[in-house]
């Protein structure tokens, strides 16, 4: 049962910085250039039954519960719909097609430099779709299940009509060869949004059938509802013919760890109970990416000294570093560990000025002060969740709660959901049935 979850948590997760500098002038410029923003890699089309399976369906085959009913009915109903809405023409659609394409798009670095990264489109065929999805994935590492590589189980929202792109982030995809930014905020929103202005590029281009009214939306879960709230931070820092142009409805985050300091600060607080980690895996990912992020900052310090020697001797450290493993082999190898396991105690008690460093680094992360939205944020998060804890969701309510802002609870209290990772599993099931029956 647990190796089940870990596999499929790997295809969803839904578990868990800014570079130097902080700048507004970026792709705006470069995405009003003659140049095009995007290139397509390849394409192809799949059946509604495909892309179930290569969504949902993979998914429900690893987990012994039936927490994914809902979604299944809802899918179904989803199609149904579209088939409803365009009447005889879905007649000669016979089964419901949808196209999937590979394309590369630009974008900027953590140092401002540009780049071309990796993006998966989903949209439904011969249809004109009236909403525009930016689909921010959960945690990944590597080549394996990046939606460019294996599509995400967050396609599966195609079936509501939306024309969806789901970016693969920097350091994954195209960009493998840069250093992992897990949760690096400033960066993924930017790279987000970069995303989906790419999007409305390629819909013109290819004189798809979307609406002139459309609306966007952007939905992120774990990681993914993290980025999704760097990419309405990014949003709202754009010109506003740009913001025009993409057209903003609403945000759907959901157990983002949006204050990635807390977060690390409430693993140190559960391990002082004796609690075990709900995903170990992710603090080589955070302590690495503060590397990568801020590298003139720690030049005093050794990522390797932060782990225990058990933790080095998994290989996962150095797997995270040379980002080239799949993260399900780090879950695997860290499931049921306590923090203790993972990080070295001993090295953080002779060194606590290096640890107030990182958790420092961490705060520059937060998502939770220093602005406030001005478009429509739905806030879902998990009570309890044991791999982003609901110190998370306290903490955006408190920093960021305007009128602009409504919020949503899941009591995961029950024997079914006493396993920290169905918490979270469950919390993405919510958000998937929400969006893909009209209720986002």
Same mark, same amino acid.
């Given at each position: ?101 590979? @394309?590369?798009? #630009? ?9 071309? &990264?990796? =993006? +998966?489109?989903?949209? /439904? ?20 299940? @990046?939606?460019? #590589? ?9 079936? &509501?009509? =939306? +024309?969806?792109?789901? /970016? ?36 013109? =281009? ?95 310090m050794k990522y390797e000294d932060f782990f225990t020697d058990w933790a080095l001797s998994t290989g996962v450290p150095q797997a995270v570093k040379n980002n ?117």
């Amino acid at each position: 049962m647990k190796k089940k979850l870990f596999i499929a948590l790997s295809i969803i997760l839904a578990g868990l910085t800014s570079c130097e500098k902080n700048s507004v002038l970026d792709t705006q410029e470069m995405n009003q250039s003659s140049e095009p923003s995007f290139i397509v890699l390849d394409e192809s089309e799949v059946t509604e039954h495909e892309l179930y399976e290569m969504t949902i369906g993979d998914m429900k085959k690893s987990v012994d519960a039936d927490i994914f009913d809902g979604v299944d009915k809802v899918y179904k109903e989803a199609n149904q719909n579209q088939d409803a809405e365009q009447g005889a023409t879905t007649k000669a659609l016979a089964p419901l097609l949808y196209k999937v394409v590979r @394309i590369e798009y #630009k974008t900027l670095d953590q140092n401002m430099a540009p780049v071309n &990264t990796s =993006a +998966l489109i989903v949209y /439904p065929l011969l249809r004109k779709m009236d909403k525009v999805m930016l689909i921010n994935h959960g945690t990944q590492i590597g080549f394996a299940m @990046i939606p460019t #590589k294996y599509t995400s189980v967050e396609a599966i929202m195609a079936a &509501t009509g =939306a +024309l969806c792109i789901l /970016p693969d982030y920097i350091g994954l995809g195209s960009t493998s060869d840069h250093p992992d930014l897990y949760l690096n905020h400033e960066v993924h929103g930017r790279t987000s949004v970069d995303a989906l202005i790419a999007l409305l590029d390629y819909a013109k =281009a290819k004189k798809l059938a979307l609406d002139k009214s459309y609306k966007s939306y952007i939905v992120g879960y774990s990681q993914g509802g993290s980025v999704s709230l760097a990419s309405l931070r990014r949003v709202q820092q754009l010109d506003m013919d740009t913001q025009k142009r993409i057209n903003l409805d609403k945000v759907y985050c959901g157990d983002g760890p949006y204050d990635l300091r807390r977060t690390f600060e409430t693993y140190m607080e559960e391990y002082k109970q004796g609690k075990k980690m709900g995903l170990g895996s992710v603090v080589p990912l955070v302590i690495n990416s503060m590397f990568n992020s801020y590298p003139s900052e720690v030049t005093d310090m050794k990522y390797e000294d932060f782990f225990t020697d058990w933790a080095l001797s998994t290989g996962v450290p150095q797997a995270v570093k040379n980002n080239r493993e799949n993260i399900i082999d780090m879950m695997l190898k860290f499931n049921g560990k306590s923090l203790g396991d993972i990080l070295n105690m001993e090295y953080i008690t002779e060194h606590p000025n290096h640890l107030a460093k990182l958790l420092e680094l961490m705060d520059r992360q937060n998502l939770c002060h220093g602005w406030q939205p001005q478009y429509k944020l739905k806030l879902l998060h998990g009570d309890p969740d044991g791999v982003v804890p609901f110190s998370n969701f306290e903490e955006a309510v408190g920093g960021l709660s305007n009128s602009y802002v409504e919020t949503k609870v899941i009591s995961n209290k029950s024997i079914l959901l006493s396993d920290p990772l169905l918490q979270h599993i469950n919390g993405m099931v919510v958000m998937l049935e929400e969006i893909l029956s009209g209720k986002f």
